[in-house]
């Protein structure tokens, strides 16, 4: 198993709030199928994964099963941002059946959505090696979960952009429309949020040049060719951070990543996951 740098989770309340909606949608006036299990019965279960991926989201795990049992025992093998083999066990759990079985689906609806997110993640960053490009996130997260999807992304090995409408300018077309042109945007950015990041997002190389001119921290090469990118490259010659956004898959990333440009955001990462397919076994004791 190969251990990546994952930074902190959420903070507890917040990741205690998640657990209380998946709850509410699952467990609702209570869980009339564990009611046929004896009130006292202990059990203990061992978790699998039947894939290759990176883990994500224990804690939104641990979270589940505490909030029905705050006794419960649960024995990780491994951390958030480790990859595992598919037959792997990945933890072990002990504790009140009833906790156990009622607390199984949203704990792995979580940890299973998470890894995803982290494993194709980590595809993505081991697709751009050997370059300096750093592989964004974006903002096309599942409702609620922004927070949960962003810290599975630094799980996999990549990096957040802004959080939301409220950490971070973009300029886009529309904005940019609606302002007058480029340096009436950034004019009135600097004037209203002078300590926010301020990205513009170009569609040509005349945009660019403006953007460049407006000295903007970050542009946003939307749609770009290959051949345009490095195009952009030559021109902006390191005096601001170029992104690629737009198409970009697993397929086409590597192409991007060498034609020079520091970041490329990927919406597949959090909008297009598949669920790591994990198998939890409970046996009574």
């Given at each position: 198993?190969?251990?990546?740098?994952?930074?902190?989770?959420?903070a507890?309340?917040?990741?205690?709030?998640?657990?209380?909606?998946?709850?509410?949608?699952?467990?609702?006036?209570?869980?009339?199928?564990?009611?046929?299990?004896?009130?006292?019965?202990?059990?203990?279960?061992?978790?699998t994964?039947?894939?290759?991926?990176?883990?994500a989201?224990i804690?939104?795990?641990?979270?589940?099963?505490?909030?029905?049992?705050?006794?419960?025992?649960?024995?990780?093998?491994?951390?958030?941002?480790?990859?595992?083999?598919?037959?792997?066990?990945?933890?072990?759990?002990r504790?009140?059946?009833?906790?156990?079985?009622?607390?199984?689906?949203?704990?792995?609806?979580?940890?299973?959505?998470?890894?995803?997110?982290?494993?194709?993640?980590?595809?993505?960053?081991?697709?751009?090696?050997?370059?300096?490009?750093?592989?964004?996130?974006t903002?096309?997260?599942?409702?609620?979960?922004?927070?949960?999807?962003?810290?599975?992304?630094?799980?996999?090995?990549?990096?957040?952009?802004?959080?939301?409408?409220?950490?971070?300018?973009?300029?886009?077309?529309?904005?940019?429309?609606?302002?007058?042109?480029?340096?009436?945007?950034?004019?009135?950015?600097?004037?209203?949020?002078?300590?926010?990041?301020?990205?513009?997002?170009?569609?040509?190389?005349?945009?660019?040049?403006?953007?460049?001119?407006?000295g903007?921290?970050?542009?946003?090469?939307?749609?770009?060719?290959?051949?345009?990118?490095?195009e952009?490259?030559?021109?902006?010659?390191?005096?601001?951070?170029?992104?690629?956004?737009?198409?970009?898959?697993?397929?086409?990333?590597?192409?991007?990543?060498?034609?020079?440009?520091?970041?490329?955001?990927?919406?597949?990462?959090?909008?297009?996951?598949?669920?790591?397919?994990?198998?939890?076994?409970?046996?009574?004791?």
């Amino acid at each position: 198993m190969t251990a990546k740098l994952a930074l902190d989770p959420p903070a507890p309340p917040l990741i205690d709030a998640d657990v209380a909606r998946a709850f509410a949608e699952d467990l609702g006036s209570g869980d009339a199928t564990a009611d046929l299990l004896p009130a006292d019965a202990q059990a203990h279960a061992a978790l699998t994964s039947r894939e290759s991926a990176v883990i994500a989201g224990i804690p939104w795990f641990d979270a589940c099963f505490r909030k029905l049992d705050p006794d419960v025992r649960i024995d990780w093998k491994v951390a958030d941002g480790e990859r595992v083999a598919a037959g792997s066990v990945i933890c072990e759990l002990r504790g009140r059946a009833r906790a156990l079985v009622s607390a199984e689906r949203s704990a792995l609806n979580f940890l299973q959505l998470l890894s995803g997110t982290a494993t194709i993640t980590a595809a993505h960053v081991a697709a751009v090696a050997g370059t300096a490009v750093r592989v964004l996130d974006t903002r096309k997260t599942l409702p609620g979960l922004r927070l949960a999807q962003k810290y599975a992304v630094r799980c996999g090995g990549g990096h957040n952009h802004r959080i939301g409408l409220y950490d971070a300018i973009l300029v886009k077309e529309n904005h940019i429309i609606a302002a007058g042109g480029i340096d009436a945007a950034v004019a009135a950015a600097r004037l209203r949020h002078p300590d926010l990041l301020l990205e513009v997002e170009v569609e040509n190389l005349d945009e660019l040049r403006q953007a460049i001119a407006a000295g903007v921290d970050r542009i946003m090469l939307d749609n770009f060719t290959p051949d345009l990118m490095r195009e952009a490259v030559a021109l902006a010659a390191g005096r601001v951070p170029l992104e690629v956004s737009g198409n970009v898959d697993l397929d086409s990333i590597g192409e991007l990543a060498r034609t020079g440009v520091d970041f490329i955001s990927v919406g597949a990462l959090t909008k297009h996951v598949r669920a790591v397919d994990l198998s939890l076994r409970l046996r009574l004791d």
